[in-house]
T-cell receptor
Framework: GQQLNQSPQSMFIQEGEDVSMNCTSS?????WLWYKQDPGEGPVLLIA?????ELTSNGRLTAQFGITRKDSFLNISASIPSDVGIYFC????????????FGRGTSLIVSSV | NAGVTQTPKFQVLKTGQSMTLQCAQD?????MYWYRQDPGMGLRLIYY???????DKGEVPNGYNVSRLNKREFSLRLESAAPSQTSVYFC??????????FGPGTRLTVL
């Protein structure tokens, strides 16, 4: 099956800093999804991208669907302590499958100033 | 509107015991899924059901069975639990091609 490489694996930042993480695939994707998982909870969908080059924002979060359709990026601006959690990228590869594959996640820790 | 609910929230089993994890959704979604989450491994698909009456294997189906009881409910059964099945199990639902809604998870320990 397709491989999803998510980086970085973990990040430790200070409140107020901006955060960038990305996801690359060995296959072309027709949808990119970004989820956040709070400790002890299930993942929650943050942003969905459906078109190459698409740039979508949700509050302080911005995600982009890469032009090559093999990558996607998530940025968080002015981080706050409640941004702590694990961020997953996911997406179904093209070719008819709609079943998402998940990356291994980026663990984000935000320390208060 | 409860979304996706899962029972139980926690379970401890002995090796060889059986149990069924229950999942229900009230969003009228056609597709439902079972994942397991292990540290550093992300979410791995065990089984899914594209629509009522159909089920298919995912990435890691061995040792599990599923039943799509009706449109709302999708259960996961461990017939003979093994320590390797210690994990957090998530149920999810969606409409085809759209993002999934996840339940709160079942934390299973097999001794």
């Amino acid at each position: 099956g397709q491989q999803l490489n998510q980086s970085p694996q973990s990040m430790f930042i200070q409140e107020g800093e901006d955060v960038s993480m990305n996801c690359t695939s060995s296959s072309i994707f027709n949808t990119w999804l970004w989820y956040k998982q709070d400790p002890g909870e299930g993942p929650v969908l943050l942003i969905a991208l459906y078109k190459a080059g698409e740039l979508t924002s949700n509050g302080r979060l911005t995600a982009q669907f890469g032009i090559t359709r093999k990558d996607s990026f998530l940025n968080i601006s002015a981080s706050i302590p409640s941004d702590v959690g694990i961020y997953f990228c996911a997406g179904p590869a093209s070719g008819g499958s709609y079943i998402p594959t998940f990356g291994r996640g980026t663990s984000l820790i935000v320390s208060s100033v | 509107n409860a979304g996706v609910t899962q029972t139980p929230k926690f379970q401890v089993l002995k090796t060889g015991q059986s149990m069924t994890l229950q999942c229900a959704q009230d969003m009228n979604h056609n597709s439902m899924y079972w994942y397991r989450q292990d540290p550093g491994m992300g979410l791995r698909l065990i089984y899914y059901s594209a629509s009522e009456g159909t089920t298919d294997k995912g990435e890691v189906p061995n040792g599990y069975n599923v039943s799509r009881l009706n449109k709302r409910e999708f259960s996961l059964r461990l017939e003979s639990a093994a320590p390797s099945q210690t994990s957090v199990y998530f149920c999810a639902s969606s409409e085809m091609g759209l993002g999934q809604f996840f339940g709160p998870g079942t934390r299973l320990t097999v001794l």
